[in-house]
């Protein structure tokens, strides 16, 4: 299918007010789009379901899934000469829009220096504190704003979700929550942020060194006390050392972990409580930094710092990646694929309404107007595709 038709169908789906998905994998040179036939709203019960699922930072609330078994699935090569031509179009619409007030700036930095007086206080060590941003009157078309996304960040997870009776919501995430095929688990631990400026080897300072081992450690200790007693060996798992990583304009620390479950393990559940919220969007400890932003953050965070993703979707895998053309189906296996990730860089459309959702992790040692800056220098990035 042409790409231009793949993009009419789905403004028809949201033209007819039904439910869809549309993502693109971190790399990959390929779109999917998944239409539900009707607009059910169907709620994750346990995690062993298939589908797209689009779950809320707070678990109490429900999380959302497309049902495989109710949905259309479509794939379309999507190459670097695509990327090009979109962004010819585009160019010229795109434009950074300043619109901080001075009443977000003060209350945000009070947030933050609350925050850094209840870690000075022994609440927790870490907490991540965001803030929504208004922009009026936007009017291109969503579908628009997913090809900006596109465009712009090539290693991110960018996706647009609708359901009428959820809402729409579009972003290029550099996070991935959980990855799990067959066996094979990964996940990562991102945090510390730095613009990019022309160069990936930069210096970081303790302070975010310090803010990413909290997120590695969790996962960590998460992974082994929630599938640890499947483990017939702590060497399965593999962590890496941090190296620093580009989403777009900002740079991050970076440390990806692996592991192998056993061939049975159909049920996320207990993982992705575990792991969600990680300490990358939320603090440490968990409970307590939740407690703390859900009783202070001053606005309902809804999807933002949710997670997202394929869930149980089958996908076949060539056992041997150097016999390209063999036909005979010995050298394919089937896999259960899992690919989840961390709902940040987002945004929400209501009508020509857009709530830009921004945040940045809190230790002792953080400067409360640096965080602001922070938080600004994200949203302007995110509200230069609308
Ligand atoms: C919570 C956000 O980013 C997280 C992920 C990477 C770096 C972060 C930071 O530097 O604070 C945050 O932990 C956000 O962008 O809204």
Request: charged share 25%; proline share 4%; net charge negative.
């Amino acid at each position: 299918m042409a790409l231009d038709q793949f993009f009419e169908q789905i403004k028809k789906q949201y033209h007819d007010q039904l439910p869809f998905v549309v993502y693109k994998k971190p790399n990959a040179l390929e779109l999917k789009r998944m239409f539900q036939h009707n607009d059910a709203l169907h709620t994750v019960v346990d995690f062993t379901e298939s589908g797209f699922v689009f779950a809320p930072f707070d678990s109490r609330q429900d999380a959302f899934i497309l049902p495989i078994e109710h949905a259309d699935v479509i794939s379309v090569a999507f190459d670097e000469n695509d990327f090009y031509e979109l962004m010819i179009r585009d160019h010229k619409t795109s434009a950074i829009i300043n619109s901080n007030k001075d009443s977000e700036k003060l209350l945000h930095i009070k947030h933050v220096e609350d925050g850094i007086a209840a870690i000075k206080s022994g609440c927790f060590s870490k907490v991540v504190l965001s803030r929504r941003e208004l922009v009026e009157n936007v009017e291109t078309h969503p579908i628009e704003i997913f090809k900006r996304l596109l465009q712009r960040y090539p290693t991110a997870f960018v996706y647009c979700w609708y359901h009428p009776k959820v809402g729409l919501w579009l972003g290029a995430t550099p996070e991935t929550l959980l990855s799990v095929k067959g066996n094979q688990l990964k996940t990562m631990s991102l945090a510390g942020t730095q613009a990019f400026e022309g160069i990936t080897e930069v210096v970081w300072k303790e302070k975010e060194k310090e803010e990413q081992q909290i997120v590695t450690d969790f996962i960590v200790e998460s992974l082994r006390e929630s599938v640890g007693n499947r483990l017939s060996s702590s060497d399965f798992m593999k962590v890496s050392d941090q190296k620093t990583v580009r989403a777009g304009n900002l740079l991050h620390l970076q440390t990806e972990i692996s592991m192998q479950l056993s061939p049975e393990t159909r049920n996320l559940k207990p993982i992705l409580e575990a792991l969600h919220p990680t300490p990358a969007v939320c603090g440490f400890p968990k409970d307590k930094a939740k407690a703390y932003i859900i009783g202070n953050e001053g606005y309902p965070r809804e999807f933002y710092a949710g997670f997202m993703g394929e869930l149980h979707l089958k996908e076949t895998i060539s056992r041997n990646p150097n016999r390209r053309n063999v036909e005979n189906n010995a050298y394919r296996v089937q896999k259960s694929v899992s690919d989840l990730y961390v709902n940040l860089r987002c945004m929400q459309m209501k009508d020509q309404n857009v709530f830009i959702y921004i945040g940045g992790g809190i230790t002792k040692d953080s400067d409360p107007v640096a965080e602001w800056q922070e938080t600004v220098h994200k949203s302007q990035i995110i509200k230069s595709v609308l």
